[in-house]
């Protein structure tokens, strides 16, 4: 029985020497697995962060391009509603964008704040797109800013516009109205009458008048019919046929600006001086046979 004591004792010693060595294995390898799991753990939230960053850094640039395109819209006031409408949602588009990625920026630095996973290189992403983000932000503010003062400065055109064309319509009507006196002033200036007769004619129409069988008779003192006078411009009429072989001029004008010629056996009154002979009355009156 003594040969079996040895080899029963080896059996032992290697049995349990195998059975602590699957132990040991089995603790390895879910030690290992754990650190795999970390390590894909930490993998996925890095690809998170990198995935998030370098989406806010292409909305970025969107932003730069949209500013861009605003800032080099023209200057004029008569931009149509459409170009204005499109700014506005421009505007909108960029104030939203921004909050967005605000919004993404506050979640990635809280969620690094709790991660166990620390990095100066994504610290430093972080703060450099914050600092852009800041940068844009300042930017659309000061092209709505712009934006407000153009609209006020166009609104402050257009009322400055609206009176001076209030203006302009008063100094039309004024300057209508002054110009209907001018040329009732003008046309009664340059306006004359006369008439010619018999003197039973010119007592009919109260032209001449008397008092009495021997007292001097009055030329246009009384309510005479002016209708029965010929109007004519002054400035053109240079002579007046009577056809009459008598003529006697009854108003008062200066013997200078004027003669009475025969034509054909009649009378013509030739005016030499327009100007001087209605100095003193627009009136003539001429007493023929």
Not at 197 to 207: A, F, N
Request: charged residues 30%.
């Amino acid at each position: 029985m003594k040969p079996l004591f040895p080899i029963i004792v080896v059996s032992l010693l290697i049995f349990f020497s195998c059975g602590q060595q699957s132990s040991d294995y089995k603790a390895l390898k879910a030690q290992n697995d754990s650190l795999l799991r970390a390590k894909s753990q930490m993998q996925q939230e890095l690809d998170d962060y990198f995935s998030a960053m370098n989406q806010i850094e292409q909305n970025i640039e969107k932003i730069k391009e949209t500013q861009g395109v605003l800032s080099t819209q023209p200057e004029s006031s008569e931009l149509d509603v459409d170009a204005r409408v499109k700014i506005n949602e421009d505007l909108e588009y960029l104030n939203q964008m921004l909050q967005t990625n605000k919004d993404e920026l506050a979640r990635l630095k809280s969620k690094i704040k709790r991660s166990a996973f620390k990095s100066e290189e994504l610290e430093r992403t972080l703060s450099r797109l914050t600092k852009a983000l800041e940068e844009e932000s300042a930017k659309v503010a000061l092209l709505q800013s712009q934006l407000a003062a153009k609209d006020s400065l166009i609104a402050e055109l257009g009322s400055t516009v609206d009176n001076m064309g209030r203006d302009i319509e008063e100094l039309k009507t004024e300057s209508h109205s002054k110009q209907s006196k001018i040329d009732e002033q003008e046309e009664t200036i340059n306006t004359a009458w006369y008439v010619f007769g018999t003197r039973k004619e010119l007592k009919e129409q109260k032209i001449v008048t008397s008092d009495g069988l021997f007292s001097q008779q009055k030329v246009l003192q009384g309510d005479f019919n002016k209708s029965y006078f010929v109007r004519i411009d002054p400035r053109k009429t240079k002579s007046i046929p009577l056809y009459s072989t008598r003529a006697k001029i009854l108003t008062t004008h200066p013997k200078s600006s004027y003669t009475l010629e025969k034509e054909n056996g009649n009378f013509v009154l030739l005016i030499t001086d327009t100007k001087e002979f209605w100095s003193i009355s627009k009136y003539l009156v001429i007493e023929v046979d």
